[in-house]
């Protein structure tokens, strides 16, 4: 199985910064698609981002397309999500997930972080 650990949530205000990372480990990284969903409260869990396993091709929610960007870095088994100008409704729960190339659904999830955006 593959194990992923999410850091980099916290407090920030509108129009601020921040990046998350996400780290995996327990099988090869270089294997899986990547992806970013969150969950606001009293929300269905949405897709944000996602890499393929290259990271030759990225895709994103129209909400927060020209202010997230994700890349990887396989040498260090690591996802990240730099997440620039903000809003109070970004603030929800981010989950990294891995998709087994060839999969029609992510196969592992990490336990979340959260993430506060104050207006």
């Known amino acids: 199985q593959v194990q992923l650990v999410e850091s980099g949530g916290g407090l920030v205000q509108a129009g601020g910064s921040l990046r998350l990372s996400c780290v995996a480990s327990?099988?090869?990284?270089?294997?899986?698609?990547m992806g970013w969903f969150r969950q606001a409260p009293g929300k269905e869990r949405e897709f944000v981002t996602a890499?393929?396993?290259?990271?030759?091709?990225?895709y994103y929610a129209d909400s927060v397309k020209g202010r997230f960007t994700i890349s990887r870095d396989n040498a260090k088994n690591t996802v990240y999500l730099q997440m620039n100008s903000l809003k109070p409704e970004d603030t929800a729960v981010y989950y990294c997930?891995?998709?087994?190339?060839?999969?029609?659904?992510?196969?592992?999830w990490g336990q979340g972080t959260q993430v506060t955006v104050s207006s």
């Open positions: 890499i393929s396993w290259s990271g030759d091709s990225t």
């Open positions: 997930a891995a998709l087994k190339v060839g999969a029609s659904k992510p196969d592992y």
């Open positions: 327990g099988r090869t990284f270089s294997s899986y698609h």
